[in-house]
């Protein structure tokens, strides 16, 4: 039972990280040894993020290899490719066959280990018994009336611009905005961009990106600037806007984060996200079972790759002893931001 939960866990989280995965069509047997080569080197030419994850690669395939031999069974094999995968630290690393799922343990273990974030303390007090739901936005007056807080738990849910437009439409009168997104896993990358056609545009850089083209480490093609997406048609809020942000930050909540640090009526609060900015691709290894990894990277207007993750403006963590009593310090710091 315990093996079957962790299989459902794993296969949950590489869901709520939303990227897709490619799948290729039926192939042929092949030995323990060809199977592990042929992911090493899938890896070493056309991963894109060794530069922020620090790992040496061949030193991995050095350490490794001597445990791989053609008589091994199927599971010893599996465990030796997902030790080689999970050197990445990487939320976009997946192993899978018909039997089991291998992902990064260092994602899992701080999204559910370092948390910034206590779901009974904002259903009971800050979205309450009477709270309002459209498409997948969570949202009630706080603060007396003055701020509107909205909770968006995946961008796996829909979250238009015009659902935004008409919530917001509903409070006139607020000072302004506090959007969570902890323990927010990722999804669909349209969601960003629906969300952000309702701020306001200067046209600003929100990051450039690189896809990986060649069989180096280094190897990218031409970077392509990405900008605010118009909010033509719409009118913009531009009111103070504070995002939430924490470790369970991953994938399109992570860019999310990182692209509203362009704006200028917003600041992110919280915790570092968990990182995953790269668009990940994948495929088939000669035995059948399946693979994805990273073959982009993704550049803030800084020059900084934050594929590890995306820093706060502000940094709060969660204080134990307003949780225990219902209170959640970081929705009350946001607020308290909003006023000055």
């Not at 990227?19 to 080197?41: A, H, I, N, Q």
């Not at 403006?313 to 970081?330: C, E, G, M, Q, Y």
Request: charged content about 20%; hydrophobic content about 35%; aromatic content about 12%.
């Amino acid at each position: 039972m315990k093996h079957i939960i962790r299989t459902i866990l794993l296969i949950s989280l590489s869901l709520v990280c939303g990227c897709e995965r490619l799948f290729m069509g039926d192939t042929p047997y092949s030995t323990p040894v060809e199977t592990f080569d042929y992911l090493w080197k899938q890896v070493d030419e056309r991963y894109s993020l060794f530069d922020v994850k620090n790992v040496d690669w061949q030193a991995m395939y050095d350490s490794l290899r001597p445990r791989v031999h053609n008589y091994m069974s199927d599971r010893e094999l599996f465990n030796v490719c997902h030790s080689l995968l999970n050197s990445l630290d990487d939320g976009h690393v997946d192993l899978w066959n018909t039997s089991d799922v291998a992902s990064s343990e260092a994602i899992y273990l701080q999204r559910y280990g370092n948390g910034n974030f206590d779901l009974n303390t904002v259903a009971l007090t800050y979205l309450g018994p009477r709270h309002h739901t459209t498409g997948g936005l969570a949202y009630n007056s706080i603060d007396s009336g003055r701020v509107l807080y909205i909770y968006y738990g995946s961008f796996s849910n829909q979250a238009n611009t015009n659902q935004l437009e008409y919530i917001i439409s509903l409070y006139p009168n607020i000072e302004g905005i506090v959007f969570d997104i902890r323990q927010n896993g990722g999804g669909e990358i349209q969601n960003e961009w629906n969300l952000m056609a309702l701020l306001p545009d200067r046209r600003q850089l929100l990051y450039t990106t690189q896809l990986k083209n060649g069989k180096g480490h280094n190897d990218f093609g031409t970077p392509t600037a990405v900008y605010a997406p118009s909010n033509e048609g719409h009118r913009p809020f531009t009111k103070p806007f504070v995002l939430l942000t924490d470790r369970g930050c991953y994938s399109a909540a992570s860019s999310f984060a990182l692209c509203l640090k362009s704006y200028h009526n917003v600041t992110v609060m919280g915790d570092t996200t968990a990182g995953g900015l790269g668009i990940p691709a994948g495929g088939a290894l000669p035995n059948g079972w399946y693979y994805r990894f990273g073959v982009s990277r993704i550049i803030a207007p800084d020059g900084v790759n934050y594929e590890n993750g995306v820093p706060p403006d502000i940094v709060v963590k969660l204080d134990p002893a307003a949780t225990a009593i219902h209170r959640d310090n970081i929705i009350d710091s946001a607020c308290a931001l909003i006023h000055k």
